[in-house]
């Protein structure tokens, strides 16, 4: 029990530095304005709004579209025998990302945007495809695959985007990159974007404090217990 208290006690320490650091890119999708791209003279912080643009795009796996960054996920659901019962789970059999630098034009012009490293948000698609075992696995495997399940999420060519982060000077020019106190690169809106980490905040933090109520619980019973 004194195990039990110890996991709760850094379960809640996590979930608390996770929720302030929402909370901190909450306030800084606040207060950042939005800047057109040919305001953009020198390096710094700044927030930018337009699509998607790129001339050497990739590729989704299985899908025929062209996007600037996927996550990319294939899933097994597999039955498991054990004890003379069955357990069903889902497990991954592939999981990729790639992304490539690209451009956001607005109304001013375009800026150079290289996301490695930045929260990504995108578009979600996914299929799921069924199977009958065959009969010999049936009688004598122990495991067998009922289906599969593909998900991608993306960001496609095109796209309206959100761009919050730090810009600064790379081969081609002034470039969003990775660094500074945060890097977001959303096809959500601005305000979608806050309200996700406002979510975040508020769940983190809150079950940051029950992890901790728990934890102090647990230690208190642990100790009459001794």
Sequence with gaps: ????????????????????????KAALISETPTTRTDKIKTAGFYEIKGKVRCETPLSVPNWDTQCVWYHFKVEEKVEYRR???????W??????????PFQVEDKGGTIWVNPEGADLDGRTRSYDSHQTPGFLEMMFS????LGTRVTANYLEVGDSVYVLGRVAREGQGLTFVK???A???????EEQVLGSQETTTYLAIGGGIVSFIISFIT???????N
Excluded at 142 to 145: D, E, L, Y
Excluded at 183 to 188: L, P
Excluded at 219 to 225: A, D, G, S
């Design 1 to 24: 029990m004194g195990i039990a208290a110890i996991c709760f006690f850094f379960v809640g320490l996590i979930a608390i530095v996770y929720g302030l650091q929402a909370r901190k």
């Design 83 to 89: 004890d003379g019962r069955r357990e069903t789970r």
């Design 91 to 100: 497990r991954t059999v592939d999981s990729r990302s790639q992304s490539c």
């Design 142 to 145: 122990s495991r067998r695959t």
């Design 179 to 181: 660094g500074g106190e």
């Design 183 to 189: 890097f977001i690169i959303s096809n959500k809106s």
């Design 219 to 225: 230690f208190l019973t642990y100790m009459r217990r």
